[in-house]
């Protein structure tokens, strides 16, 4: 079954330091995958997608097949940064195609 | 706004009530989805419909559940008998087509906050 994996809850930096925010997924075929950000009182919005291969607000994240994770990785993290990142799967065929798995979340904070 | 709009922003109602919201997804998007997120998790899966047509239903969705996009367009998820399980953020998103397709990202609208007492 699909699956999305976020074992990280709560993640606190300072500005200024690296941040990675981890994702596994489980999924037998070809995953599509994606990071969604929600701001304090604002709607989930896509942050990126593995496919896209760009960087969004120096954000990057790599699809690693033979380690099924999809990392969030920012070099320097800047306080408006402090959000909830949700990372999610698609699935590229059959009869759950169309729908998007969520993992529970990582609430990031970025400290002054 | 252009977005995805939903209504009411939130919703109390007594056990065993029946509550109906909305969604209006930007326009000509032909795929609506519903989600549902409780304290904690991430949002679920419920349903999606490309135009009218209802595609796929999760086992979330109980037969208390039902969901309807008359004319492709605005959609309505309605519960009957509500319980306090029901309890959660209603989320609506929509698409202009699979997401599996390059440059296609589902728009969230605000949600609706569902409390059963």
């Known amino acids: 079954a699909q699956r999305v994996t976020q074992p990280e809850k709560l993640l606190s930096v300072f500005k200024g330091a690296p941040v990675e925010l981890k994702c596994n997924y489980s999924?037998?075929?070809?995953?599509?995958l994606f990071w969604y950000v929600q701001y304090s009182r604002q709607r989930l919005q896509l942050l990126l997608r593995h496919i896209s291969r760009e960087s969004i607000k120096g954000f990057t994240a790599d699809l690693n097949k033979g380690e099924t994770s999809f990392h969030l990785k920012k070099p320097f993290a800047q306080e408006e940064d402090s959000a909830m990142y949700y990372c999610a799967l698609s699935v590229s065929r059959g009869s759950t195609l169309g729908r998007l798995y969520f993992g529970r979340g990582t609430q990031l904070t970025v400290w002054p | 706004d252009t977005g995805v709009s939903q209504n009411p922003r939130h919703k109390i109602t007594k056990r065993g009530q029946n509550v109906t919201f909305r969604c209006d997804p930007i326009?000509?998007?032909?795929?609506l989805y519903w989600y549902r997120q409780t304290l904690g998790q991430g949002p679920e899966f419920l349903t999606y419909f490309q135009n009218e047509a209802q595609l796929e239903k999760s086992r979330l969705l109980s037969d208390r559940f039902s969901a309807e996009r008359p004319k492709g367009s605005f959609s309505t998820l309605e519960i009957q008998r509500t319980e306090q399980g029901d309890s959660a953020m209603y989320l609506c998103?929509?698409?202009?087509?699979?997401?599996?397709?390059?440059?296609?990202?589902?728009?969230f609208g605000q949600g609706t906050r569902l409390t059963v007492v």
């Open positions: 326009s000509e998007h032909n795929r």
């Open positions: 998103a929509s698409s202009p087509g699979p997401l599996s397709r390059a440059n296609t990202e589902a728009f």
């Open positions: 999924y037998s075929g070809s995953p599509e």
